[in-house]
């Protein structure tokens, strides 16, 4: 023999394992992309907000009930008038790390801190409660706002003082 192995023995080129790294490199940015920011801005979390609120306004209009939600610090439940009371109507949507709050309206709670009115409510004509929601993260703010007719807009943003 004249000291060369075999084809067989070589193991992998330099083309496939440049071309095979080339396809993990993208199969890893496919995935980074797809994650979650870990903080969104304030107007993300309003228009993540807003759509919420949207949906549960769209099953006021298509169910034909009232739809009303509770605000609470980090997030909002849907509520539904079922036996001369409000309870749930779905699950809770948390805004992680950002800050709730309505500006104008009070909160009624009854026992528990379950709420004896909802804070904000949808009728199936498509009107709503007015409302301001000021929703705040790392000092940045931006403000929903929805009128009488249920248009809602983000209004505001910016750094707190």
Known sequence: MDGRRASSDAGFTLVEVMVTVALMALASAAVVLTLPRLNPSPEATAEATRDRLTDIAARAVIGG???GVA???GGLTPLHRRDGRWIEAGPRWIAEGAGLALEGIPAERGVEGTPR???LWFTPAGDARSFRLRIERDGDTALLT???QG???IVEEG???
Do not use: A, F, H, W
């Open 65 to 67: 009930e009232i739809m």
């Open 71 to 73: 605000v609470n610090e």
């Open 117 to 119: 009115l909802p804070d």
């Open 146 to 148: 929805c009128d009488e």
């Open 151 to 153: 248009q809602m807009r």
């Open 159 to 161: 750094r707190m003082p």
